[in-house]
């Protein structure tokens, strides 16, 4: 099946960390990107930046999810995290584009959706209706990001301590954003992915000390490990003004995440970049050079 590329892709959750990577990576491709935003500060901005078309509008809200479709030769749907409405959203999104007639359907979910975590357990059912949809589409499943250490760069370097909110010893096959990007921008772009569900993770098991004794290494000091407590996060969390719901989803993210961690495979991306995907120690020079 050839991949359509004259009409424009739509990408919801375009003004986020996942959306404006890929927006940016299809942009750089020459490909013309229909962008889904709830802000037109956003929408401006990601025109600039080299996106075609803007459409402003809620993900809850129907008639701007049917209109945004229209027109569009695929859909990447990108979900803000943690939704309470993700497979609702993903129900609507695969309605109408199965109306709209769109070409493919690309899913951004996440690795494992079957463990017994809320917002895994309602990509799920995303997945599920998706593969019912009678759309050809294809499902991308990512791990942790690597750039989850962006947020507390700061406080690793001025305390000498990486920490979050699970087991120092959990380990996880932790992924370059840049790299999901350029997997997705693949996958959206050349043909031969139709009805493929493919688990994207990097090319390490990392837990929190590993990641810590390549910071030391990075940084020429030592960085120790800890695990966050749990009522340190919640207050943390409440003070930033989390809603209560999604501080619930977190809590039970880290709990299984310190019980578990959450590993998969690499080999799947380092197929589709065509090159061994980006390590830990690659992304923290790449990213905090001057440290
Ligand atoms: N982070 C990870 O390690 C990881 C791993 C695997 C999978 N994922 C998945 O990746 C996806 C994207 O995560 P992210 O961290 O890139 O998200 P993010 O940076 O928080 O961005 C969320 C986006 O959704 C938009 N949004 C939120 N509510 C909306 C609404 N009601 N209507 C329209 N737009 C709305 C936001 O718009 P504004 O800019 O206006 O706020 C923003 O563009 C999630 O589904 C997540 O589960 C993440």
Request: with cysteine; proline share 5%.
């Amino acid at each position: 099946m050839n991949v359509d590329l004259s009409r424009p892709i739509l990408v919801t959750g375009a003004s986020g960390k996942t959306g404006r990577s890929v927006v940016s990576r299809l942009v750089s491709g020459g490909v013309k990107v229909r962008v889904f935003v709830r802000r037109q500060e956003a929408g401006d901005e990601l025109l600039a930046s080299g996106a075609s078309e803007m459409v402003l509008g809620d993900l809850l809200d129907d008639d701007a999810l049917r209109s945004a479709i229209v027109g569009t030769g695929q859909i990447m749907h990108i979900c803000p995290p943690m939704h309470p409405a993700e497979d609702e959203i993903a129900a609507s999104i695969f309605a109408h584009g199965r109306d709209a007639g769109v070409s493919r359907l690309v899913l951004y979910s996440v690795l494992h959706p079957m463990i017994d975590v809320p917002h895994h357990r309602r990509k799920l059912i995303a997945e599920r209706a998706l593969i019912d949809s009678g759309l050809a589409y294809t499902i991308l499943q990512p791990c942790r990001y690597m750039q989850h250490l962006a947020p507390i760069w700061k406080e690793v370097v001025a305390t000498g301590i990486h920490r979050m909110p699970f087991a120092t010893d959990a380990a996880f096959s932790l992924v370059d954003l840049h790299d999901l990007a350029e997997a997705s921008c693949n996958v959206l772009t050349q043909a031969g992915h139709e009805f493929a569900t493919y688990q994207l993770c990097g090319p390490q098991r990392l837990s929190q000390i590993d990641c810590a004794e390549i910071l030391s290494r990075h940084l020429g000091r030592t960085i120790t490990a800890e695990a966050k407590p749990l009522e340190v996060f919640l207050g943390d969390a409440r003070k930033a003004g989390m809603p209560e719901p999604r501080i619930e989803t977190m809590s039970k993210m880290n709990a299984h995440y310190d019980a578990h961690g959450l590993l998969g495979n690499s080999n799947v991306l380092h197929w589709l970049l065509g090159r061994e995907p980006t390590n830990f120690a690659t992304y923290v020079a790449r990213d905090f050079p001057s440290a």
